[in-house]
């Protein structure tokens, strides 16, 4: 199974260096409030020179922001984290030639099916990850895999499968046989102080997931 990885909440050129080394597909950058939060200025030197693709992070944008944003840095990925609508999304995707990923967070009760059947055709993703009240996005919160591999057949073949939340290098290869995603994405995980990525943990993880 050809599974791509994404290294989240990139704060620093170097960190995007030894993630770009290590075959990473995706390098990530957050626009949206966090810790790890960078300007278009700061996001461009992190990605100079970088082969891996661009993804960049929002929450509940204003749409004429996000698309200046994304067209400026020439971005391959729009991540939305926020409370963005089907319809908010499909207007994203139809603005630019980046793909759309829409990052949903498994409640206990969740149905992900209904969760389907709103996002299909609007987006080229669908990112699951745990929830946790200490933020939007790259706080380590996991959930039960099984609920992803469970509904893996039903899943629409054009419809991108992103696994986020908990993973590290010694747990992404069990998600990956158990959940079977498209895309393994990391943030906290191989860090070793708040928005400082450890080498080791990013050449261990995309290794473990490749």
């Not at 790259?138 to 419809?159: I, K, T």
């Amino acid at each position: 199974m050809n599974v791509e990885t994404k290294i989240c909440g990139l704060v620093r050129p170097d960190d995007a260096r030894l993630a770009d080394q290590a075959g990473a597909d995706y390098l990530g950058v957050v626009f949206a409030p966090s810790p790890r939060r960078r300007t278009e200025e700061q996001a461009r030197r992190i990605w100079e020179g970088m082969t891996a693709r661009r993804a960049g992070v929002f929450v509940d944008s204003k749409k004429d922001d996000l698309f200046r944003l994304a067209g400026n840095l020439e971005l391959a990925v729009i991540q939305l984290h926020g409370t963005e609508s089907p319809e908010y999304c499909r207007d994203v995707g139809s603005a630019g030639s980046w793909a759309v990923w829409k990052a949903v967070k498994v409640l206990p009760g969740t149905s992900l099916d209904e969760m389907l059947a709103s996002y299909a055709g609007a987006v080229d993703g669908i990112l699951l990850e745990g929830w946790s009240d200490r933020g939007q996005g790259g706080v380590g919160a996991s959930f039960d895999w099984s609920l992803a591999a469970d509904m893996r057949d039903r899943w629409p073949e054009d419809l991108r499968f992103i696994l986020a939340g908990g993973l590290n290098a010694q747990n992404v290869r069990k998600a990956i046989d158990q959940a079977r995603p498209d895309v393994v994405d990391v943030s906290s995980g191989v860090e070793k102080a708040m928005g400082m990525k450890d080498a080791e943990a990013v050449r261990a993880f995309v290794a473990a997931a490749k």
